[in-house]
């Protein structure tokens, strides 16, 4: 075997053992992740101390009606170091709420709905946007979480 093959060889396997590597530590964080990850809407999954936050994405703005009957529009608020679940559908077509600071991001599809739980740690304003186009004014569909001590 000449060295040029074995150089190939040997970076054939340096490859395969870094894309096993990355796909062990994805599985191990997926597996203890469950809950921050979206998934089809089901009351059975929400983690007990959570508070659900209803979600309503519309043709061009974000709608939240929270637990005591309130609702917002493209303000979202919640309190750091609580657990919260927002439950995300649509009225009209399809959108996608993205928090780039938690990295949380949920589809609202109709007819659909979908969930996703997040604990917020530090106190602050947050940008949220729909990363989903959604037609002709789908840049004015952001706003702000705001996470209170």
């Avoid at 089901?42 to 043709?59: E, L, R």
């Avoid at 599809?109 to 997040?118: A, D, E, K, R, Y």
Wanted: glycine fraction near 6%; aromatic fraction near 10%.
């Amino acid at each position: 075997m000449n060295s040029k093959v074995k150089h190939e060889l040997i970076y054939s396997l340096v490859v395969i053992a870094i894309l096993l590597a990355v796909a062990v530590v994805n599985i191990n964080y997926i597996d203890g992740h469950k809950a921050n990850i979206a998934q089809p809407e089901n009351n059975s999954t929400v983690p007990a101390n959570s508070t659900i936050i209803h979600v309503t994405g519309y043709q061009w703005a974000w709608s939240f009606t929270y637990a005591n009957g309130t609702t917002s529009t493209d303000k979202l608020y919640v309190q750091a170091g609580h657990n919260y679940t927002l439950q995300v559908q649509s009225k009209d077509v399809i959108h996608d709420l993205l928090i780039p600071s938690l990295g949380l991001q949920v589809y609202a599809v109709p007819g659909h709905p979908n969930q996703v739980s997040f604990e917020p740690m530090k106190k602050g304003s947050y940008i949220f946007e729909c990363v989903e186009y959604c037609g002709q004014d789908h840049y004015l569909m952001r706003g702000y979480m705001e996470v209170s001590s």
